[in-house]
């Protein structure tokens, strides 16, 4: 008989709520906020005892690993209650993965302080290093005896690197990261809109989405990765080539160079107005709200110094 029990709990262990939070990596106090969210089953009651098994640990991992993923805990709890009506969760964490995995083959490379110095004319630069790491250039490697860095995108480092050299200012490249950096977003938001609508809305129609739609999704984000950047590639080379070719011919024209004032320039707004606005009036309205209210208050104040200057110059009767 102890033998049979012994190799039962082999198979199936049991755990008290410390115990269960100690191989979890949750607190007990996680774990009860879970119960009580209806995240976690019940445990198993014993005399006194409530007992947790192997399940428990599983579920726990789940909701580790979906909290890692950027889900809330309500949008978890509607997938595991998916789950356990065997609707199935394998498709939709794969949709996930494939999501939130690289959208680019380049490969993050290392560098150190020292390196990075020298790639950068030999004089080191703190500001530019720390406007670096807050824009994502760089990421600190904790826990070395050198001062070392990843960097996501040696191509971008590369780009930067041939700037400088060109005579460029640290300052002005990052300044320069931020504005692109906006309007590329913006690009992405309108791809996914896009293919939202023409093409992922009739794999998402239920919340969660079935295993077998969320899979074929997967397979569709695949297939549509590429497009995105191909047609950048492809739209950018266009641009440049038009508007580079119209630049140089300004530039060796006879005739004298248009006043910095006559040329309409590139404004930088800060990306929280920006998506204020996206808000009010959808991204497609975005540059007609900006435009249409910066004419409003362009109007208001010639109005306002219209009647202000009503108001100081003398009338005919005080002239007399």
Do not use: C
Not at 176 to 183: A, G, P, S, Y
């Amino acid at each position: 008989m102890g033998a049979v029990l012994s190799e039962q709990s082999a198979v199936r262990p049991e755990y008290r709520i410390e115990d269960l939070a100690h191989h979890s990596g949750a607190t007990v106090r996680t774990i009860r906020a879970y119960q009580d969210r209806g995240l976690l089953p019940r445990p198993e009651r014993r005399g006194r005892s409530n007992v947790y098994g192997d399940s428990h640990l599983a579920r726990l991992r789940q909701i580790a690993d979906l909290l890692d993923r950027g889900y809330t805990l309500a949008s978890i709890k509607e997938l595991l209650d998916a789950w356990d009506t065997g609707r199935g969760l394998g498709g939709v964490l794969g949709l996930v993965a494939e999501v939130q995995g690289p959208w680019t083959d380049e490969e993050a490379a290392r560098i150190t302080r020292a390196e990075l110095d020298a790639r950068f004319g030999g004089t080191p630069d703190e500001d530019a290093v720390r406007e670096a790491v807050e824009l994502g250039v760089l990421e600190r490697i904790p826990g070395r005896d050198t001062e070392e860095y990843l960097v996501p995108s040696p191509q971008e480092l590369a780009v930067a690197v041939e700037l400088h050299a060109a005579g460029v200012p640290l300052s002005a490249i990052t300044g320069h990261l931020r504005e692109l950096r906006e309007q590329v977003e913006h690009i992405a938001v309108r791809f996914l809109e896009f293919t939202t609508e023409h093409v992922f809305s009739r794999y998402l129609e239920h919340r969660p989405p079935t295993d077998s739609d969320a899979a074929e999704a997967a397979t569709m984000v695949r297939r549509l990765r590429p497009l995105a950047q191909q047609t950048v590639d492809a739209e950018l080379a266009r641009a440049m080539q038009i508007l580079a070719t119209r630049h140089l011919q300004i530039h060796l024209s006879p005739d004298p160079l248009p006043a910095q004032g006559d040329e309409p320039r590139p404004v930088q707004i800060p990306a929280d107005t920006i998506r204020a606005v996206q808000a009010l009036v959808g991204p497609e309205g975005v540059a007609a709200f900006m435009t249409a209210a910066a004419e409003r208050e362009v109007n208001k104040r010639t109005l306002d110094s219209l009647t202000s200057n009503a108001h100081n110059s003398p009338t005919l009767q005080e002239t007399i």
